[in-house]
Every structure is written in C-alpha cells, then in structure tokens.
C-alpha cells in the first residue's frame, strides 16, 4: 500500500516541480520586459542603453534573481492591491448623500446672486 501511494505521488511532486520552474520563467520574461523598458525610456536606445540594460539584465535574471524576483511579486502584488482599493473607492462606492427637502440650492454664480437679490446694485 505504502509503495503505491509513494509510486502516485512522484508525478504529482514532479508536476509541480515543473510548473514552480514554468511560473520562474514567465516571471524572468515579464522581469526582462520591465527593465528594457525602463533603461530605453530613461537611457535611450543607442549604445549605451544596450550595455546597461544587458549589465542590469545579467545581474537581475541570472545572478540575483532570488532577491530581486521576489522584490518584484511584491512589488505586482501591491500595485494591484492598491489600484484595487482606489477603483474601489472611485467607482463602487455610491454617490453623494441626497438633499434633504426644503433645502435651497448654493449660489452658483454671480449672475445668480444679483437675479436673488433683484439686479445690479446701480440699478436698485
């Protein structure tokens, strides 16, 4: 019995082994995409943008990608969580408290105050 859930379970533990290392290369790309970005709209796209932007892809996907990937899901993670909460609070919630009856309307100009008050004080 014991060998045949250990024989079923491999497969499952492989499996996700597997889909561990296919998110980690979506992740790089999405990661890649990001900094091409960033150094051709901050540097420019001569030369010099395409040393830096190789130095600062080697450096990022390759050598340090353990801190700077999970940098990076944190960072998705609250840019998302914080334009949640602003759509949230721009567009969900209801409008503004109806007027109780018997409540005049502000003065909305000064056009408006005169024709309260009975026209132009010159003409009075």
Request: charged share 10%.
């Amino acid at each position: 019995m014991d060998f045949f859930v250990l024989t079923n379970l491999f497969p499952i533990i492989l499996f996700f082994g597997e889909l561990f290392g296919d998110l980690t290369f979506i992740l790089k790309i999405f990661v890649l995409m990001a900094i091409f970005s960033y150094v051709m709209n901050h540097v420019g796209k001569g030369a010099l943008g395409i040393f830096i932007f190789a130095l600062i892809s080697w450096l990022v996907i390759f050598d340090y990608f353990a801190i700077f990937g999970s940098i990076y899901i944190l960072h998705i993670l609250l840019t998302m969580g914080l334009i949640s909460v602003i759509i949230d609070f721009m567009f969900i919630t209801p409008g503004p408290a109806p007027k109780a009856p018997g409540m005049g309307e502000p003065v909305g100009s000064g056009k408006d105050f005169t024709t309260r008050l009975g026209g132009p004080p010159l003409l009075r």
